[in-house]
Each structure stands twice: as C-alpha cells, then as structure tokens.
C-alpha cells in the first residue's frame, strides 16, 4: 500500500512562489507517473500538471508557464513549483501517482491561499 503525504501548502500573497512537496512511503516499483490537481470551493477537481509517458508533462491551460512540476526519485517525491500565485490559484491541491499495472494513490491535500 502506498501512502501519499503533501507540504508546503499555506498562504501567499499575488505574485509570490509557493513549492509543494509530496512524499510517498510503501513501496513504488515500476513504471509510474506522478500528477497534481486542486479543487476549489464549489468546483470540480481540475488537473494542475501531470507526468506523461512521453516524458513532457501536461500543464493545466491555468498554470502554463508559472508551475513546474519535477520528481524526486531519491526519496520517491514530487514537487510542485508554483510561481506567479493568481488568486484563481487558490484550492486544496492534491498529488497523486498511478502505477502502471497496479493502481492510483492520492495524497489527502493541502492548502493554498492567495490572497492580498
């Protein structure tokens, strides 16, 4: 069983940065891609940026161009560079990982607030 667990959630003000980490304990073995998406008060889950098997990972339309996503292989980690922070950036973001052949995890969220 893989277990997913983010930080760095917590509040900026518009035009700051904010790094999201987040950690997997169990065991990940196999080819397996990592993906962040948020959810806002009342909206649906969106995705914010994804691995893809290609190599070049997918970005949401909203975030191109200010959030970076990268892995951590050393401590089967990802992190989620985000810059530029837009009040729209506002939500409960949540890392997941799917493993191919197997399943997809999800971590329980964290929060981030951009406000002024």
């Known amino acids: 069983q893989v277990q997913l667990v983010e930080s760095g959630g917590g509040w900026m003000q518009p035009g700051g940065s904010l790094k999201l980490s987040c950690s997997a304990s169990g065991d990940i073995r196999g080819t397996y891609f990592w993906g962040w ?66 399943s997809t995890y999800w971590g329980r969220g964290t929060q981030v607030t951009v406000s002024s």
């Open 37 to 102: 998406y948020r959810q806002a008060p009342g909206s649906q889950r969106q995705l914010v940026a994804v691995e893809t098997i290609r190599g070049t990972p997918n970005y949401g339309d909203s975030v191109k161009g200010r959030f970076t996503i990268s892995r951590d292989n050393t401590r089967n980690a990802v992190v989620l560079q985000m810059n530029n922070l837009k009040p729209e950036d506002t939500a409960v973001y949540y890392c997941n990982v799917w493993i191919m052949g197997e």
